[in-house]
Structures are given as C-alpha cells and as structure tokens.
C-alpha cells in the first residue's frame, strides 16, 4: 500500500501504460480541448467586448455552465453518439466535448472584460493621434485586455488539466487511469499515486501561467493589473476545478 | 418515467445526500473564511500569504484530493467526510479572497463616518462593514455553491453515493432516465441554492437601491 | 511577496509528499461502506459493479425478506478485490459469487476446472469467518469474445486459436483483469498468448461491448449471460484449456450471520436459478426494467415469494 513504492517501481515510468505516457496522453487532450476552446471563445469574446452585444447573455450562461456535472455531460454524450460514431472517436469526441465546454466560459469572459476594461485613456489617446478602429481594437484594446485573457486561459487550462481525469472513465488513457485502475485493483497505492500527480501537473502549469502572465503581458499594465480587477470579476474567472 | 416512479425512494436519499455534502461544507467554509478573510484585509502582509495559499489549494484537483485526504485524515475511501473536508477547502479557498476584496471594497467615507458615529472596532465590521461587503461576498458564494452541487459528482467514480451515482449507473446499464434524472436534478439543486443566495443577500441589505446591478 | 508565495509552494509540497510517504493508518480502500457492520440478524447484502450481480444480491435480499430476515443493500460496491475487503470488515454481510473466479482470486494457482472439483477445493480456501452455501447450477463464465468478422478472418473457435495471431490483436476488459490469473496474467501464462495491448474498460458491460463491436478492441472479456453476444453476432471462444473454471453462482456470507432461516433460504433459492434464468434476466435488464423488479418476478416464478 506504500505511495512511496509506487513511485519509485521502474516497472511504473515504462510502457505504454507508465507515468510519462498517462502524462504525455493527459496532456495532449487538454492541449486539443483549450486549443479548441481558444479558437470558439476569444473570437466570440472580442465580439462581445466590441460590440457590447450579448454580454448579459453570456454572463448569464457563464453561471449556469458551472453547474453542469461534467461526469454526467460525458455519459450523456457517449450514450448520444455511441449509435452513430464508430472506432475510438466515440470516446474521444465526449471527452473533448465536455472538456470545451468548461473552457469557454473563463476565457470568453476574460476577454470580453479585458477589452471593456481596457483603459479608455488609453483608446482615447489612440483615437486622438489618429488610429483607426480596427487599429484600436489590435493595437491598444487586445494588449491591454492581456491580463484578464491571460487570467481566463489560465482558469480554463485548471479547469481542464483537472477533468481531463474524467476521459479513463470512457477507457481512454490519462493519469484518470490510474486512479480508476488502482480503485479497481483494490491498489490505493496507484489510485493516490495518480491523484498526486494530477496535482502535481497543475500546480506546474498554473507556476507555468504565473511566469507567462510576466512575459507576455506589457510590464506597463501590470502595475495596474494587481491593483484594479474588481472583485466580481475576478471571482467569475474564477470557476473551481473539477 | 417508469424508472423514476420505481426508484423514487433510492433518487431521494441520493438528492438528500448531495445536498448534505453540497451544503455542509459550504456553511463551514464560509464561517472559517470569514476571520481569515478580515485578516487578511486588516493585515496586509498575511494577506499575500493567506491569498497565495488559498490559489495554490484551489488548484489542487478536487478527484485528487478526495483521493489523497483519506491518508492524511486517517479515514477510509468511501467515507463521506473526505467530500467534506475537501470541498470546505475549497470554499474556504475560494471566499477567503472574496471577503478580503469584499471588506477592501467599503467605501472609506463610510467606515470613517461609522467610526464618527462611536461604532468601534467589532461593532464596527459587525454592524456595518461586514453588512456593506455583503453583495460582494455573496456573489463569490453563489460561484462556491454552484461548483461544490458539480464537484460532489466526481465522487461517484469512488463510489461514493450522491446524484452523481446515478449517471454511474445510466452508464452501466446503457440508460437515458436515469442519467438525464441526475442532471436535472444537479441543476436544479444548483439554481435552488443560487436563488437561496440571492435572496438572503436581498434580505441582508435592505438599503439597496432597486436598480439592477449585475 | 515572492517568499511567501514559496512558503506556500514547500507547504503544499510537505502535504502532498506526507501523503506519499504516509498511508500508514491502514488501507483507505478496505471496507465497502460506512463501516458499521449489521446489527442482530439483519443482513446487509452487496454486489459486485457489474448488472447481473447486482440482479442476483437483489434476488437474495428479497428472498430473505420474504423469510422474514431483515436486511439492508449496499449493491455496486466495485470489483472483487474490493468487496471482498468489505466482508472481510463487515461492511457487508452476504455477497452473490462465483466459484471459479473465487477459487482463482483465492488461490491463483489452483487447476480445479470441474463444478465439484472447484467447489470442494473453494470450501477448504475460504477467508477466515466466512462461509459458502450450496451453489447453484447456474453458471456465469467469462469469455473471450471476438466478432464474428475476426473469427473467420483467423478461423478461431477456441482461446488457443489465438495464439499465432495474438500479436496483432487488442484485448479488452475490466481494470483488474491485469493482475488476474483469470484474466491477462493466465492468459499469458497458460495459453502463452500476448496481446498487442490492453485496454482497461469495464466488467463485462457497456464499454467492452462497445469496444468490441466498433473495433477498438478484437477481444474482449465478456460475460456468458450476456445477451448482447447474440444480438451482436459475436462469438465466445472456447477455453479448451480450462483457464476460466466452472463458475457456479454461490452465495458467500458471513460465518456469523449465517443460521438456519438463511440457509434455507438462500438454498432454496439457489436450487431454482439456472444459467437460462441469469440470461433471461440480463436481457430485462438491457431493456431498461429496473433490476429489483426483475428480481421480484424471478422470486415469484419460482414460488418462493409472492409477487
């Protein structure tokens, strides 16, 4: 039963089965996910930031997402598509599914609120020596949005690394499998040893965002990044992990 | 339909086993981040402290700490009271930095017109402070509550009984009811306690003007 | 600010490296339930994660409540290595099994392959404080199934047909199936068979099933009730080799609760069940019926409780 040994046996970091291969799959369906919720949600969430259009109705769903069981969204999906979908997709496809899902949310809403708070002085400074809208919206609106979309991809990366867990529920692989392997092997060993490193690799990745957040975002917005961002805000983009 | 009717008894306790393991921590959560939150406005040094902690916890994935508390806590898988623990933690995590912005957020005129007033100290944050950051703390409530109804069913993958059993068994069994039931159910549940926060905030700051505010 | 973010970082890191190194206080997983073991005569009885035990744990339960012991039900507890540790503990009082995989579980290395050869080497190897009743002629054995496709594609018709060819196919079944003699371990050993790969799935149900017929596995482990190998035109290899022995349906109970009502009881009902009823039962249960109801018109089908 000994955590310790589980971690330290060879025969666990080899094959197709061992820890750097769960971690290698783990992360390959959160990089497709957040790819896929990136190319959905920032577009959208430009919109809406520009245009002001619809932004009560994404608030409102925002919410409402959150209390969607991503469990129960999975199976849901498998049992819709398993009729109509042959060959491994019909695991994948839930999965992947549900893991957008969680995503959209915190990093529509990040960008959207970025670009709404993003300092009229500044815009209007740009207005003033002349450039256009859409010169605006690149060159002024979206750097200074940086922050809060940053924010919101981070959530949404949490959101996602933590129920990627889910996808051994459906058979596919994952550090989920070790979790619901060790429970079935009756093996608590494996089952906390797949659950350490899930919370391992988020620790790292939100480290990982903390230290891209410094890098990405103009040093001339972060003084005012960690005083502003009122509360509300900051607690919408932050949804729990799952 | 039939299902449901046949099955009513075991959707119940189910439904009352959630909602215990949604609620329990939740009440504990907001009680113990309410002192650590007034410290860490009141001291701004704890407050990087207290604040970074709580990210880091938040960040753990609630599967892996339901998994991992039983060899801390000394208590057996199944038992529910890791659900507990872990989603306390999480709530206390997530309102600690609510109360601290929401106590940061009391207009200064306010708290200086209190204190002109003769309220001190406690019956300062009592009577007036903690009331004015109350919108502020309830918003955050509201996201802690809806999360803890969906995190609750990650705990079926462990066995444990709550709605989220009933999706395991949708899944086994290859049926609809009873997964769309559990779903149903979930948001429901989580409306119900949403609208159970917006109300007691309504009733907790009687001076709000009627205008919408978000 | 940075240090104390780091403080927080090396606490976080001491937690999770204690639960690493920790775990002394005994195995989380033993035990099925809440722990508090049954009070007086009343009998609390649990199942496996798969349908058809769950169907027969329902059977017994009702059984006994018609005799007048009461009981409680703590069905889907998980696989075997688990709810073997909840009656070890007392979580759980009575269990439905099955005597080959038992006997395997039990003793890996036993070669009892006939009914009466499996059931007296099992009644000798049994967990302390336990005991079983008379088995049932009813029997519920795993197959390795393949599709119909596959099995003339490699002209298989038993396990052993498998083995030039093994290579090149994927086998699927429960997690647990990895380290067990009747599973990857025996196959591997026994039939000298070594897939490409296993995935872990699931108990003979939904995602087996699933797998097999849309082709991401070309073995699978599935159960001999199961009506889906009809429906879905698969075929159920032969174990020429005995790998998987007799597997007859016996009900495993507490030493302590066992008196003469129960025995009767459970006796009686073993006496009537037969491999025809479990595949008649499963095939209810595909279509949705709820599990205690199909048990209930088996109890009154066989006169031993009113309907």
């Given at each position: 039963?000994?955590?310790?040994?589980?971690f330290?046996?060879?025969?666990?970091?080899?094959?197709?089965?061992g820890?750097?291969?769960?971690?290698?799959?783990?992360?390959?369906?959160?990089a497709?996910?957040?790819?896929a919720?990136?190319?959905i949600?920032?577009?959208?969430?430009?919109?809406?930031?520009?245009t002001?259009r619809?932004?009560?109705?994404v608030?409102?769903?925002?919410?409402?997402?959150?209390?969607?069981?991503?469990?129960g969204?999975?199976?849901?999906l498998?049992?819709?598509?398993?009729?109509?979908?042959t060959?491994?997709?019909?695991?994948?496809l839930?999965?992947?599914?549900?893991?957008?899902?969680?995503a959209?949310p915190?990093?529509?809403?990040?960008?959207?609120a970025?670009?709404?708070?993003?300092?009229?002085d500044?815009?209007?400074a740009?207005?003033g020596?002349?450039?256009?809208?859409?010169?605006?919206?690149?060159?002024v609106?979206?750097?200074?949005?940086?922050?809060?979309?940053?924010?919101?991809?981070?959530?949404?990366?949490l959101?996602?690394v933590?129920?990627?867990?889910?996808?051994?529920?459906?058979?596919?692989?994952?550090?989920?499998?070790f979790?619901l392997?060790?429970?079935?092997?009756?093996?608590?060993?494996e089952?906390a040893?797949?659950?350490?490193?899930?919370a391992?690799?988020a620790?790292?990745?939100e480290?990982t965002?903390?230290?891209?957040g410094?890098?990405?975002?103009?040093?001339?917005?972060?003084?005012?990044?960690?005083?502003?961002s009122?509360?509300?805000?900051?607690t919408?983009?932050?949804?729990a992990?799952? | 339909?039939n299902?449901?009717?046949?099955?009513i008894?075991?959707?119940?306790?189910?439904?009352?086993s959630?909602?215990?393991?949604?609620?329990?921590?939740?009440?504990i959560?907001?009680?113990v981040a309410?002192?650590?939150?007034?410290?860490?406005?009141?001291?701004?040094r704890?407050?990087?402290?207290?604040?970074?902690?709580?990210?880091?916890?938040?960040?753990?994935?609630s599967?892996?700490?339901?998994?991992?508390?039983?060899?801390?806590?000394?208590t057996?898988?199944?038992?529910?009271?890791?659900?507990?623990?872990?989603l306390?933690?999480y709530?206390?995590?997530?309102?600690?930095?609510?109360?601290?912005?929401?106590?940061d957020?009391?207009?200064?005129d306010?708290?200086?017109?209190?204190?002109?007033?003769g309220?001190r100290?406690w019956?300062?944050?009592?009577?007036?402070?903690?009331?004015?950051?109350?919108?502020v703390?309830?918003?955050?409530?509201?996201?802690?509550?809806?999360?803890?109804?969906?995190?609750?069913?990650?705990?079926a993958?462990?066995?444990i009984?709550?709605?989220?059993?009933?999706f395991?068994?949708?899944f086994?069994?290859r049926?609809?009811?009873?997964?769309?039931?559990g779903?149903?159910l979930?948001v429901?549940?989580?409306?119900?306690?949403?609208?159970?926060?917006?109300?007691?905030?309504?009733?907790?700051?009687?001076?709000?003007?009627?205008t919408?505010?978000? | 600010m940075k240090?104390?973010?780091?403080l927080?970082?090396?606490a976080?890191?001491?937690?999770?490296?204690?639960s690493?190194?920790?775990?002394?206080?005994?195995?989380?997983?033993s035990?099925?339930?809440?722990?508090?073991?049954?009070?007086?005569s009343?009998?609390i009885?649990?199942?496996?994660?798969?349908?058809e035990?769950?169907?027969?744990?329902s059977?017994?339960?009702q059984?006994?409540q018609?005799?007048?012991?009461?009981?409680?039900?703590q069905?889907?507890?998980?696989?075997?290595e688990?709810?073997i540790?909840a009656?070890?503990?007392?979580?759980?009082d009575l269990?439905?099994?099955?005597?080959?995989?038992l006997l395997?579980?039990?003793d890996?290395?036993?070669?009892?392959a006939?009914?009466q050869?499996?059931?007296?080497?099992?009644?000798?190897k049994?967990?302390?404080?336990?005991?079983?009743?008379?088995?049932?002629?009813?029997?519920?054995?795993?197959?390795v199934?393949?599709?119909?496709?596959t099995?003339?594609?490699?002209?298989?018709k038993?396990?052993?047909?498998?083995?030039?060819?093994a290579?090149d196919?994927?086998?699927?079944?429960?997690?647990?199936?990895k380290?067990r003699?009747?599973?990857?371990?025996?196959?591997?050993?026994?039939?000298?068979?070594n897939?490409?790969?296993?995935?872990?799935l699931?108990?003979?149900g939904?995602?087996t099933?699933t797998?097999l017929?849309?082709?991401q596995?070309?073995?699978?482990?599935?159960?001999?009730?199961?009506?889906?190998l009809h429906?879905?035109h698969?075929?159920a290899?032969e174990?020429?080799k005995?790998?998987?022995?007799a597997?007859?349906?016996?009900?495993?109970?507490?030493?302590?609760?066992?008196?003469?009502?129960?025995t009767?009881t459970?006796?009686?009902?073993?006496?009537?069940?037969?491999?025809?009823?479990?595949?008649?039962?499963n095939a209810?249960?595909?279509?949705?019926?709820?599990?205690?109801?199909?048990?209930?018109?088996w109890?009154?089908g066989?006169g031993?409780s009113?309907?």
């Amino acid at each position: 039963m000994n955590i310790m040994s589980w971690f330290t046996d060879p025969a666990n970091w080899t094959g197709s089965g061992g820890i750097p291969a769960q971690i290698g799959y783990h992360l390959w369906y959160s990089a497709i996910a957040l790819l896929a919720a990136l190319v959905i949600a920032v577009p959208l969430g430009i919109f809406i930031g520009y245009t002001g259009r619809g932004e009560a109705l994404v608030a409102g769903s925002a919410n409402a997402l959150r209390a969607l069981p991503s469990l129960g969204l999975l199976v849901l999906l498998f049992l819709v598509i398993s009729p109509v979908v042959t060959g491994k997709l019909v695991y994948v496809l839930p999965t992947i599914i549900v893991l957008v899902l969680l995503a959209v949310p915190p990093i529509l809403t990040g960008t959207y609120a970025g670009i709404q708070t993003a300092d009229p002085d500044a815009v209007g400074a740009a207005r003033g020596i002349g450039f256009t809208k859409r010169q605006i919206l690149f060159n002024v609106q979206l750097p200074c949005a940086l922050p809060l979309m940053v924010s919101g991809v981070r959530s949404a990366t949490l959101q996602i690394v933590s129920t990627a867990t889910i996808a051994a529920y459906l058979g596919l692989q994952g550090l989920g499998r070790f979790i619901l392997d060790g429970r079935a092997q009756a093996s608590f060993a494996e089952m906390a040893g797949g659950a350490i490193l899930v919370a391992i690799l988020a620790l790292a990745l939100e480290f990982t965002f903390a230290w891209l957040g410094r890098v990405i975002v103009s040093p001339g917005l972060r003084r005012t990044a960690s005083k502003s961002s009122s509360p509300i805000s900051t607690t919408v983009l932050e949804p729990a992990t799952t | 339909m039939n299902w449901i009717s046949s099955n009513i008894d075991r959707i119940v306790s189910l439904t009352i086993s959630h909602v215990w393991l949604t609620l329990v921590p939740t009440v504990i959560g907001l009680l113990v981040a309410l002192p650590l939150g007034w410290w860490a406005h009141r001291f701004k040094r704890g407050q990087a402290a207290i604040v970074g902690t709580a990210g880091l916890l938040y960040t753990i994935p609630s599967l892996a700490l339901f998994i991992i508390l039983p060899t801390i806590l000394g208590t057996k898988i199944l038992d529910p009271i890791n659900i507990v623990v872990a989603l306390t933690l999480y709530t206390l995590a997530l309102l600690v930095r609510v109360v601290a912005d929401g106590l940061d957020s009391v207009p200064h005129d306010t708290v200086a017109a209190a204190e002109a007033m003769g309220y001190r100290g406690w019956q300062r944050l009592v009577l007036v402070e903690l009331p004015v950051a109350v919108p502020v703390i309830a918003a955050g409530l509201r996201v802690a509550v809806v999360s803890n109804v969906s995190i609750v069913t990650m705990a079926a993958l462990l066995g444990i009984p709550q709605l989220g059993s009933l999706f395991t068994q949708g899944f086994q069994l290859r049926l609809y009811v009873p997964l769309l039931t559990g779903i149903v159910l979930c948001v429901v549940l989580a409306i119900v306690f949403d609208g159970l926060i917006i109300w007691l905030n309504r009733l907790l700051t009687p001076w709000r003007q009627r205008t919408v505010t978000s | 600010m940075k240090k104390r973010i780091l403080l927080s970082v090396l606490a976080v890191t001491c937690a999770l490296a204690l639960s690493a190194c920790g775990g002394g206080g005994g195995d989380p997983l033993s035990g099925g339930g809440d722990n508090k073991g049954s009070s007086g005569s009343e009998v609390i009885v649990g199942s496996a994660d798969f349908t058809e035990s769950q169907l027969i744990a329902s059977i017994y339960s009702q059984a006994l409540q018609a005799a007048g012991v009461p009981t409680k039900e703590q069905f889907n507890i998980g696989s075997r290595e688990v709810y073997i540790q909840a009656l070890k503990d007392g979580s759980v009082d009575l269990v439905p099994e099955y005597t080959g995989a038992l006997l395997s579980y039990l003793d890996p290395k036993s070669t009892a392959a006939t009914p009466q050869a499996v059931q007296s080497e099992l009644s000798t190897k049994l967990p302390a404080g336990t005991a079983m009743l008379t088995p049932s002629p009813a029997e519920d054995k795993d197959v390795v199934a393949v599709t119909q496709a596959t099995a003339d594609k490699y002209k298989l018709k038993t396990i052993s047909d498998l083995k030039p060819v093994a290579g090149d196919l994927v086998l699927g079944g429960p997690p647990e199936w990895k380290t067990r003699t009747q599973g990857v371990v025996g196959l591997r050993d026994v039939y000298g068979l070594n897939f490409k790969d296993f995935v872990s799935l699931d108990a003979g149900g939904t995602l087996t099933m699933t797998a097999l017929t849309n082709g991401q596995i070309q073995a699978g482990d599935l159960f001999s009730t199961d009506p889906g190998l009809h429906t879905n035109h698969l075929v159920a290899l032969e174990d020429d080799k005995n790998l998987f022995a007799a597997e007859n349906v016996v009900p495993l109970i507490k030493a302590g609760k066992q008196n003469d009502a129960v025995t009767k009881t459970l006796n009686a009902v073993s006496a009537k069940l037969t491999t025809d009823d479990l595949i008649n039962m499963n095939a209810e249960a595909a279509k949705g019926t709820n599990l205690s109801d199909i048990a209930k018109k088996w109890l009154a089908g066989a006169g031993i409780s009113k309907s």
